[in-house]
């Protein structure tokens, strides 16, 4: 079945396509691209470490990290290595595992038949050996080795093991060399079995592009898959955070922080519309156009790496403003005081215009570029929630919206400071 996306605000639309498969097939050709941006993906990430499917009597429990040595994993087969294939057509590829996802992508500029067939082909054929399995943990290894050293690396992971208790969101993407020496080529399949079954996976092209390239290559590479079920558990946590504070020393010139607060999370079908409510809620509380940014900024406690951030998932939300300063606690101090100051007084409609239209006009320049255009496409499989619906979400908040989850959240006691000093 096909069907054809418009957005009427936007005068743009893409493809739907539910592929006889079972595979959900998103296409946007884009008018003056010669290059095209692919993804390949699949709902699983790092955080589903414990599932079952509607065939399973119980819930199996597998080794942390399992998901990012599977990514690994799959660019080999016993034809060689996908990368070597991508090289004869010219096209740059990568992947990677997040949380909930991961993620095949290529970008070319010519050649495209050709490359989407490698796409499809080498993630819908696994090959694992033992043996195979022990070389890659010794790479991986190393990986998570080098990650260790990694300072913006550390401040991160180091925040999230400071606000959850029980969360596999607190445990490193790649796992750790113990849990990854427990990986073997049966729970390789087993994993892959459950989380790569095209039921459970998108397929996402935007830029200059025939669709037909893509539906020819999809009907012949892909079969057809059982419909799945697939229960992911996660553990018990409190609302609290597990430590207010962490510390660590690296090789760093300035000291990194980041100031998270652990909020409650959104039911799965709010998620999107809070997660643009709180974005635009800490524009106006420390964005760059906001009073407590110019005057940090002055007093030398931050820099132009300062960001803001929400990240959201399955059984986590939180609010994040990370950078670098060597007063992080005084950096800290000065975000509490100005939450509770525009609690006291209000956001000034003003404020919350300025960045509300800054926000839109961010959202609406991304689905100008062909890779953020096959990015927002991908993200709407996984939030069940396209990009012109996120546009209009956007369009419709009001200041009431954003002071009511000015009051629900940010709380003192519900937040935690990482921060990485120099050795």
Known sequence: MQKVIRSERLGESYLEIDHPTG????????????????????????????????????????????????????????????????????????????????????????????TIEILLDFVTHPYFTQATVEKEQGIIGQEIMMMDDDPDWCVYFGLLRALYHNHPVRIDIAGTRESIAQIDADLL????????????????????????????????????????????????????????????????????????????????????????CSELLLELICGEASPLYGKLYREGLINPSFSTEVMSGQGYLASIFAGESDDPDAVAEAILEEIDRLRREGIPEDAFRREKKKLYGRYVRSLGGIESMAGALMMSFFESTGPYEVIELLAGLTLEDVEKRLHQQLRSDRMALSIVRPA
């Open 189 to 276: 399949y087993r994993c892959y079995r459950t989380f790569y079954n095209l039921h459970n996976m998108v397929l996402v092209v935007a830029g200059g592009f025939d669709p037909k390239d893509v539906l020819e290559a999809a009907d012949r590479i892909l079969k057809p898959a059982e419909p799945i079920t697939i229960q992911s558990q996660m553990p018990e946590e409190p609302d609290t955070v597990a430590a207010p504070r962490t510390e660590a020393r690296l090789a760093v010139s300035r000291p990194l922080f980041q100031i998270g607060f652990k909020e409650i999370p959104d039911p799965p079908e709010a998620r999107v519309r809070g997660d643009i």
């Open 23 to 114: 595979l959900k097939i998103l296409l946007c050709p884009m008018k003056g691209y010669q290059a095209s941006y692919a993804y390949f993906a699949t709902r699983y990430g790092s955080i589903n470490t414990c599932f079952k499917t509607q065939q399973d009597a119980d819930f199996v429990k597998v080794p942390e990290g399992i998901a990012h040595f599977l990514e690994h994993k799959l660019f080999e087969s016993e034809e060689g290595d996908a990368f070597v294939r991508y090289a004869k057509t010219g096209a740059s590829a990568n992947a990677y595992t997040s949380f909930d996802r991961t993620a095949y992508l290529f970008s070319c500029a010519g050649n495209f038949p050709e």
